[in-house]
């Protein structure tokens, strides 16, 4: 084998060339070595990660050690002694074999296929921004929907309130219809009764019932007006996204289940766990979700927990004032009736008392009779020549009677004062039976007014019960009150009036 022999050191006498001559030669082979290495290091730079780190003093396997240890799984302890194997945070690719995720790596320089890598990413950010416009209108769709079921919701309610509303204006012709038709009532029925404070009472409930619902008649109409400008705002800005998308080749229901959403206004809604959701992202003016689109979605957001808040409150009150109007009405109606018994009872005793009086009357119309001819009897006939002999005051006893002092008979005075006093007795009872007449009379036409209110007070229920049928509309019971003529004579002035 050679043997290499090292090199013989000259020393400096031994020397022939001259020392500036040999400085020179070292101090070109220096900077030569110190411009190699530094470019050794640049172009090794150049390749490694930025946040490679290598220390001069510590070795180069150490180094590489502790800088790969934050890749390495963590280990974590389960319930049971077990043990679960995680990959750690953050982006990186996933070495599942190795039990490493390693950082992404980023070349400082431009690499061979930059041209090919600046166009996949131009087409990545093309598609990205295409996949966020999508999503943006299927959110911005999705949500025009619903506000379109709010829209919906909101008029069959409308409907609903108006067809209460209608229901509040015919219970108040109703009203109004009862009030004048009691109006034909006698006078001496019209005396004000619970009757008549239950018919005012449910004249000012049904107004506040009415205004109550005008209210939320009014109420829902800016509502749906509202609704309706959100409704154009969304299709305004669901189209001007779209124009960013060429191809959709999804439905938007899909691309919104992969946003991990079914509903982007009801929040309440949680995600579904099967599928990792899209993050909304922050408002962009020059992004896919401009601060309009966030703004739209706000409002849409906000006027469906509003329009939600409002259907519940329009329906609630319909319900209440649809108990409180049969309330009303059934509590009328048992008045009404309550009247009409009344009524019965009282026409039932009058009824009785004039059932007695006919035979009182008759009795004294036959005394009467009886006293007239009696009396008739006792003054005898009209002329003397008709008179019996027994009964002449000049026949031949009384004169022999009579012609000694102070035996003058008293037959003649008495029958005066007998006569006299029958009289009497025949004018108290032509009074007595006068009084009598007159007060069947007053008697009869007060039964009368009390089967005319009675008759009144039926009628009056029955127009309730029939008016307030379902069937019923506003328009026939508004005709019922136009047909009706105030200025007709009541019925019971043209009968018999009492003296």
Known sequence: ?????????????????????????????????????????????????????????????????????????????????GTLEKPPPGEGVTLWMSKMKP???????????????LA?????????????????????????????????????????????????????LINQQSVKLRGYRPTSEKVPDKADSLLTWEKEELKNMKRKMETDMEKSEAMLKTLASCQDKLAFCCKERLQAVGLMNQPLAKVLSQAGRRSWVNLSRVSTPQIQG?????????????????????????????????????????????ERQQQTSDRVCVSLAQKMRETSKLKERMNMTLGLM????????????????????IKGPLLKHHLETREKLDRPLVRVFQRHVGTQLPEAKRLAQNTDKLQRHISHLEKNLKGLLATRKNLTYSLNCKKIGHDVDQ?????????????????????????WDPRTPARVEARATPE
């Open 1 to 81: 084998m050679p043997v290499l022999i090292p090199p013989v050191e000259h020393s400096e006498n031994t020397r022939v060339g001259a020392a500036a001559w040999h400085q020179e030669a070292r101090a070109k082979m220096q900077a030569a070595r110190q411009l190699t290495k530094r470019c050794g290091q640049e172009a090794v730079t150049m390749w490694q990660p930025k946040d490679s780190v290598l220390h001069p003093h510590v070795a180069h396997h150490l180094c590489r050690a502790a800088y790969i240890q934050p890749w390495r799984f963590h280990v974590e302890m389960i319930k049971g002694g």
């Open 103 to 117: 950082p992404v790596w980023q070349a400082r320089l431009p690499l061979p296929l930059t041209r090919d890598a």
């Open 120 to 172: 996949l990413q131009t087409a990545e950010l093309v598609h990205a921004h295409a996949r966020g416009a999508r999503l943006t209108a299927a959110r911005l769709a999705h949500v025009q929907q619903q506000v379109n079921g709010q829209l919906l919701l909101m008029q069959r309610q409308r409907e609903a309130t108006d067809h209460r509303l209608s229901e509040v204006r015919k219970s108040l």
């Open 278 to 322: 899209q993050k909304m992202p922050p408002p962009d003016p020059v992004g896919t979700y401009t601060p309009e689109c966030a703004a739209a979605l706000h409002e849409a957001k906000r006027l469906f927990m509003e329009s939600k808040d409002t259907l519940q409150e329009m329906a609630k009150n319909v319900e209440d004032i649809r």
């Open 358 to 377: 006919r035979g009182t009357i008759h009795r004294c119309t036959k005394f009467n009779q009886e006293m007239y001819i009696t009396r008739d009897l």
């Open 459 to 483: 009628d009056v229920v029955r127009l309730r019960l029939r008016q307030r049928h379902p069937h019923v509309c506003y328009q026939q019971a508004q005709g019922l009150v136009n047909d």
